[in-house]
């Protein structure tokens, strides 16, 4: 197994113009500044609502670095595009916070349609799935409040709390999941589970784990997300092991660190109770080591999606890998980054051989601006990705001045 550098920006961005390569310099540039971002996160979802014609200014920046097309079509192109790198895709229909029965069912549809889509293309194993985009948000608090930590385990889910209607509305959000994972067992493609909220994380766990015991036989269909900003969340993906072991399945899951750090300490404040999150990075960085480590000590029975930008913990997956003999191109182990961000540990994962993939999210721009929101502000700290994504850049634009191809 070759030994792996995420330095090397000419293989990271061999699939980007010079052009392009210019106007992502230009992006990350932009989103380095902390004023613009704060100033551009608060205004654009407000300037979208009023029809104000900023669609094209969008689609040109942050929309083209960030997401594959309006529509499933046109992902194509890129998904063609990133295969010629042996970068495979994990498409990610980005429609967020649409509440309501009639919207829940078609987004259940625009899911199967996908599915059914990424059966047609050989580099797209994967889609992935929120439950908030199936299921009320306050019917899933409603259930996390009521839940217990073993039944969840056992992808048990107490409905005793609720009316009839209420009962009703979760039925048909298990049957709507069911008929996604139903439609993904025929089509070969797997399902991922986003992790969301902690205050609505039981349901969304315990429904992922009673569909993960009902497909997870034989292949691994369903996968389940465990967030480990989280704490205990480490010792529930060891105890979901067991829990799967027992009962005969394959466990699936994507460890990632988390997305919603501010939003739960903010709300733990507010309302009095102790954060959910790690005290701090250090912890969270320690958990989310040990998590790669378990899954790849037990990887006989786990396939296990390796979500994370850190460059340290992806080397480390590919190390522990390499100790515990499994081959580069194993279908358990599959790395993953955000199509937009981190080509250097995607890319150069793919040049070595490993299974590398890209999230890609798509979607009208109007539903997909909390996508882009999250990615300005996630970007937009000093500390954070920018400066390492606007020097591999900067690099690369460099070492293309000095070549002739430039
Ligand atoms: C393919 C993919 C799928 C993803 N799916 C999901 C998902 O389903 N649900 C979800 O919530 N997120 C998801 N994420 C996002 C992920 O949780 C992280 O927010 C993001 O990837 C940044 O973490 P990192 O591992 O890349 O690396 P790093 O940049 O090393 O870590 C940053 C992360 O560390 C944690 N952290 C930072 N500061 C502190 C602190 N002071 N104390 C405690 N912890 C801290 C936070 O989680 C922060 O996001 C996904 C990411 C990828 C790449």
Redesign the pocket.
Known sequence: MANISFENTETAFEYKTNNELKKAKFLFASMAKPLLVKVGTKITPLLIKAHLPINGLIRNTIFAQFVGGETLQETTKVIERLAKFHVQVILDYGVEGKEGEENFDQARDEFINVIEYAATQPHVPFISVKLTGLARFSLLEKLNDDANYNDVLNGIINTNNLNDNEKNEWQNVVDRLDKICATAIKSDTGVLI???ESWIQNPVDALTMQMMQKYNVGKPVVYN?V?L?RHHRLQFLKESYEVSKRNNYLLGV?P??????EKERKRASLLHYRSP??P??E???ED?NEALKFCIEHIQNIFIIV????EE?NLLATQLMQRSRINADSNHVLF???YGMSDNITFNLAKAGFNASK?LPFGPIKDVIPYLMRRAQENSSVS??TGRELSLIKKEMKRRQQTTNY
């Not at 990632?256 to 750090?261: F, I, L, T």
């Open positions: 986003d992790a969301e997300t967030q900003y994507k990632v660190r988390g997305a919603y750090m999150i790690q701090d990075k912890h969270t960085d989310y979500a994370s930008h850190n913990s993953s980054q955000l999230y954070g990705q």
